[in-house]
Structure formats: C-alpha cells, structure tokens
C-alpha cells in the first residue's frame, strides 16, 4: 500500500505541474486572461498529491501495531 500512495502522490504532483503550466503559458502566447479556475484544479492536486507522498512515507510506522 505504501508503493500506491506514493505512485498516487507523484502522478497528482506531476499533473498539478502540468496544468500550472498550461494555465499559465497559454494565455500569455494568446494574449488572454488568466484562468482561475485552472490555478485552483492545480493547487489542490499538488496538495493532495502531497499528502499522498507523506502518506506513503509515514504508512509503515502507522502500519506496525500490536
């Protein structure tokens, strides 16, 4: 379980990279406004993205219980 949550935390922190990029270069080669919407779809994945990668960083010390 450990391995999905940080395959899962890495795949959301790349996609946040993605659309962060997207929602920024293309208006400036368009000449357009900002999408804020498309900032926020960006900032919540990379958190959630981050809490993944901590996730499966931590799993094995939550994991050992007796």
């Excluded at 270069?25 to 900032?43: D, L, N, Q």
């Excluded at 809490?51 to 010390?61: P, Q, T, V």
């Amino acid at each position: 379980m450990k391995k999905v949550y940080e395959e899962t935390g890495k795949y959301l922190y790349d996609i946040s990279k993605i659309v962060l990029g997207v929602a920024v270069i293309t208006p400036i080669f368009k000449g357009g406004s900002y999408s804020i919407t498309a900032i926020c779809v960006s900032a919540v994945s990379f958190i959630v993205g981050a809490y993944f990668l901590h996730k499966g960083d931590n799993y094995e010390s939550s994991d050992n219980r007796t």
